[in-house]
């Protein structure tokens, strides 16, 4: 227990001890942890109201859906595997930061699932739904058209059997290196991630308001 102190008083400093840590970033997801963190991405939403209609709604995507969300990044290139991990790409970073705050955040889900929900009792049609969301893609596109993607590309290897630069090619396991002279040449090497040069905390943006 701390003795009576008054402002004013000086302690002495009998001990101290000083250890060097180190702050880990989050360890990268596991695909089937990748799918849970969709089910509960509410909790990286600030907004209440956005935040309570994501929990009712379990989230990003459906059990259906989610898997073949993730399956179809993987294919285009926008998440790597790297062991058990998934991680994204250089080219998700850049689109990320390149498209408008609003469709990158998750809060999104949430509005429209409100604009759901309000078809379902009746209080909008779904012709004023779409219309909505036209011209608001519309603006959108308006606001952004002169916006550039710099995406660099990772130097291609020599294909192991002729030499012959590689090229990225998209399989069912993800992307992977494929020689340029496919199909008179069978060559292929896994692609190796660069993921691990991004792996700074990346600042959140801020939440679209519920309309």
Same mark, same amino acid.
Do not use: N
């Given at each position: ?42 909790? *990286?939403? %600030?907004?209440?109201? *956005? ?6 709604? $379990? ?9 073949? $969300? +993730?399956?179809?990044? *993987? %294919? ?8 058990? $991990?998934?991680?994204?790409? %250089?080219?998700?970073? !850049?689109? +990320?930061? #390149? ?11 949430? &509005? @429209? ?5 309000? +078809?379902? #009792? ?7 739904? +779409?219309?909505?969301?036209?011209? @608001?893609?519309?603006? *959108? ?9 710099? &995406? ?24 992977? @290196? ?5 199909? %008179?040449?069978?060559? !292929? ?10 792996? #700074?905390?990346?600042?959140?943006? #801020? ?5």
């Amino acid at each position: 227990m701390l003795p009576p102190l008054a402002s004013g008083w000086r302690c002495g400093v009998e001990q101290v001890e000083l250890k060097a840590l180190k702050t880990l970033p989050p360890k990268h997801y596991t695909q089937g942890e990748l799918v849970k963190a969709m089910k509960g991405v509410a909790k *990286l939403v %600030d907004d209440p109201r *956005l935040k309570q209609k994501l929990k009712e709604t $379990t989230g990003i995507g459906t059990e259906a859906t989610r898997a073949s $969300t +993730i399956t179809g990044l *993987l %294919d285009r290139g926008y998440l790597l595997r790297k062991g058990r $991990t998934i991680r994204a790409s %250089d080219a998700a970073f !850049t689109l +990320i930061d #390149a498209v408008p705050a609003a469709i990158a955040d998750p809060g999104m889900t949430a &509005i @429209w699932e409100q604009a759901l929900d309000m +078809i379902e #009792a009746g209080q909008m049609t779904l012709d004023s739904f +779409i219309a909505k969301q036209s011209a @608001w893609v519309a603006q *959108l596109v308006q606001e952004h058209r002169g916006a550039t993607l710099s &995406i660099p590309l990772p130097p291609s290897p020599p294909c192991p059997q002729c030499g012959t630069q590689m090229r990225q090619r998209a399989g069912r396991s993800g992307a992977f @290196w494929s020689c340029s002279r496919y199909p %008179d040449c069978t060559g !292929t090497l896994p692609l190796e991630s660069s993921a691990s040069k991004r792996e #700074a905390p990346r600042k959140r943006r #801020a939440v679209p308001k519920a309309s």
